[in-house]
């Protein structure tokens, strides 16, 4: 059983950064796909970054390609997102997921708690 616990996330301004965490307290996600969701109020949940077992592949969601990079720490069994240029638009709570990875949300398997992002204007 896998358990993944999120941190990082806070009150920013537009154009600030923050960098979330994603650690696996339980299990081992080190060859595990590994992806970030957000969900907004009202919205449904929505992917973000995917990135491969072995951290050769990864994919963004178009709205945030550019401005966010997922990455993994693999002797930390711990995967980041990066949020730099934050958008108000970017507000939400920031999920992980392990799984069989891809960008829907369908193919994963394990889920943190959520970290908020709150990006004022």
């Known amino acids: 059983q896998v358990q993944l616990v999120e941190s990082g996330g806070g009150l920013v301004q537009a154009g600030g950064s923050l960098t979330l965490s994603c650690v696996a307290s339980?299990?081992?996600?080190?060859?595990?796909?590994m992806g970030w969701f957000r969900q907004a109020p009202g919205k449904e949940r929505e992917f973000v970054a995917y990135?491969?077992?072995?951290?050769?592949?990864?994919y963004y969601a178009d709205s945030v390609k550019g401005r966010f990079t997922i990455s993994r720490g693999y002797a930390e069994n711990t995967v980041y997102l990066q949020l730099n240029s934050l958008k108000p638009e970017d507000t939400a709570v920031y999920y992980c997921?392990?799984?069989?990875?891809?960008?829907?949300?369908?193919?994963?398997?394990?889920w943190g708690q959520g970290t908020q992002v709150t990006v004022s204007s």
């Open positions: 339980a299990g081992n996600v080190r060859r595990t796909a």
């Open positions: 997921a392990a799984g069989d990875g891809g960008d829907s949300s369908t193919s994963y398997d394990f």
């Open positions: 990135i491969s077992r072995a951290g050769l592949v990864r």
